[in-house]
């Protein structure tokens, strides 16, 4: 299987920053980095491929920019040198309280609270280097602190979502609704549960797109533009 370029430097990348026992971006301007919330197939991981393309097409700097998606969890794992199996309990959604203090009695996974806060404060590292496309995980609310980010929410008709999810997974339009409401349900979980926030409210986006109505390729110009408005213009001194 072809791997994105994006996702090809991201472990090396986080590797060389997670590693480091300084903060290499000091003393510079936070940003840019780009934040995708999603409704379940509304195009966000290809959208986050686009853009990744747009912005590096004309980027000057030596750096690319990068998505983020599964891996940064798998690289989080493996900085604390947890196993990587641990990251079917770390889904976009909330473990039970009881699924997880009994793990962590019987010693099958720490602290899942931990684990998340630890997810969250890799994101807000990557954001500040600059650079960054991060998709889900509640990355907007993460990193809502963070200057120059550009926070976008995608969404989209149920019906025009279920015939993209079913071509994605080979499935039928009816499976691919109730797959979709059920993803949707799980990541409205997961923010309320470790942001206290609402991943529907428009006011936590710079951007809401329907992607039932903007082509992907249409939006990644859109974002774009955002993204070099909120650029940190290097100082000549």
């Given at each position: 299987?072809?791997?994105?370029?994006?996702?090809?430097?991201?472990?090396?990348?986080l590797h060389v920053q997670?590693?480091?026992?300084?903060?290499?971006?000091?003393?510079?301007?936070?940003?840019?980095?780009?934040?995708?919330?999603?409704?379940?197939?509304?195009?966000?991981?290809?959208?986050?491929?686009?853009?990744?393309?747009?912005?590096?097409?004309?980027?000057?700097?030596?750096?690319?920019?990068?998505?983020?998606?599964?891996?940064?969890?798998?690289?989080?794992?493996?900085?604390h040198h947890l196993s990587?199996?641990?990251?079917?309990?770390?889904?976009?959604?909330?473990?039970?309280?009881?699924?997880?203090?009994?793990?962590?009695?019987?010693?099958?996974?720490?602290?899942?609270?931990?684990?998340?806060?630890?997810?969250?404060?890799?994101?807000?590292?990557?954001?500040?280097?600059?650079?960054?496309?991060?998709?889900?995980?509640?990355?907007?609310?993460?990193?809502?602190?963070?200057?120059?980010?550009?926070?976008?929410?995608?969404?989209?008709?149920?019906?025009?979502?279920?015939?993209?999810?079913?071509?994605?997974?080979?499935?039928?339009?009816?499976?691919?609704?109730?797959?979709?409401?059920?993803?949707?349900?799980?990541?409205?979980?997961?923010?309320?549960?470790?942001?206290?926030?609402?991943?529907?409210?428009?006011?936590?986006?710079?951007?809401?797109?329907?992607?039932?109505?903007?082509?992907?390729?249409?939006?990644?110009?859109?974002?774009?533009?955002?993204?070099?408005?909120?650029?940190?213009?290097?100082?000549?001194?």
């Open positions: 299987m072809n791997t994105h370029p994006g996702l090809e430097t991201a472990g090396a990348y997670m590693g480091s026992t300084g903060t290499p971006w000091a003393g510079k301007p936070e940003g840019p980095f780009v934040t995708i919330s999603r409704e379940s197939g509304a195009g966000g991981s290809s959208l986050a491929r686009a853009l990744a393309l747009r912005l590096n097409a004309e980027t000057p700097e030596p750096r690319s920019w990068t998505v983020y998606t599964g891996n940064l969890i798998e690289e989080m794992l493996q900085h990587p199996h641990l990251a079917r309990f770390l889904p976009e959604d909330k473990v039970s309280e009881i699924s997880s203090s009994v793990g962590e009695l019987v010693g099958l996974h720490p602290n899942l609270w931990d684990l998340v806060q630890k997810t969250n404060e890799l994101m807000r590292r990557l954001a500040r280097g600059g650079h960054a496309i991060l998709v889900g995980r509640g990355a907007n609310f993460a990193t809502a602190a963070i200057n120059n980010g550009v926070h976008i929410r995608l969404v989209g008709p149920a019906e025009h979502r279920a015939r993209h999810m079913a071509r994605l997974q080979q499935m039928t339009e009816a499976d691919a609704l109730a797959h979709n409401a059920k993803r949707d349900l799980a990541r409205e979980r997961y923010v309320r549960t470790n942001f206290n926030a609402a991943i529907k409210d428009p006011v936590a986006y710079d951007l809401v797109i329907d992607t039932g109505r903007v082509h992907l390729t249409e939006a990644a110009e859109v974002i774009a533009t955002l993204v070099h408005a909120r650029t940190p213009v290097k100082s000549t001194a």
